[in-house]
């Protein structure tokens, strides 16, 4: 895998974007929240055994994995600073969204991938919730994940995420946008066979 694109962390740690020459418009990223791993592990731990036409940010969030933190090195929940049309400032510690919309480099260099590459579809791994979300019209790839890794689908997360990579990406532009959420109660080895499925089969779309 090349690295297609990177950017640096204001805790000086790299962000890349990985692809082969022949990618596909399919992105997959890991480690939106620093405290959750698991994307960056699976998605590094595949790609040791596998060519993969799928473009990914095995780690979008270097600095709060390393500081063990949901948000930035910038206490941002990533997740909350994308410029959704309902972006709002909000005090609130644990879903901060920056003081302003797209204010953060790791968000930045998300939206110039999205500008570039203009994925068709994305996968965006979380945890620990167990459970396969989409936005936009994702319904069909959700239920197909959802038959691979035994989580059911959920359409809505149930309350408003006014900056969420989902809103952002799904509904207000269409991209059929899933948010796996994995289990963090398990080994992570036994995420790798139905993770490894789930990125095979975005290999076919
Ligand atoms: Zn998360």
């Known amino acids: 895998m090349k690295i297609l694109e990177h ?3 204001k805790n000086n740690n790299k962000i890349e974007l990985l692809g082969d020459d022949n990618y596909k418009n399919i992105l997959v ?26 473009l990914f940010i095995p780690c979008l969030n270097p600095d709060g994995r390393d500081l063990n933190t949901r948000q930035n ?8 600073n994308f410029p959704t049309n309902n972006w709002i400032k909000s005090e609130d510690k644990q ?5 302003e919309a797209a204010s953060e480099i790791e968000t930045k260099f ?17 945890s620990p919730y167990c459970v396969v979300n989409y936005d936009g019209d ?21 309350y408003p995420t006014p900056g969420s990579f989902g809103t952002y ?9 899933i948010t796996l959420e994995l289990s963090e109660e398990i080994p992570i080895e036994d995420l790798e066979e139905p993770v490894f499925k789930i990125f095979k089969y975005l290999e076919t779309l």
């Open 73 to 80: 090195a910038n206490n941002v929940d990533l997740n909350r």
């Open 29 to 54: 990223i890991g480690v939106f929240h620093g405290d959750e791993p698991q994307g960056e592990i699976l998605i590094n731990e595949y790609l040791k055994n596998n060519s993969s036409k799928l």
């Open 110 to 126: 998300v939206l110039n991938i999205l500008e570039k590459y203009k994925p068709k579809a994305i996968l965006t791994l979380h």
């Open 95 to 99: 879903y901060y969204g920056g003081e």
């Open 138 to 158: 994702a319904n069909e790839i959700a239920v197909k994940c959802s038959e691979f890794i035994n989580y059911p689908v959920e359409e809505d997360i149930g």
């Open 7 to 9: 950017t640096i962390s």
């Open 169 to 177: 990406c799904g509904k207000e532009r269409n991209i059929p946008t």
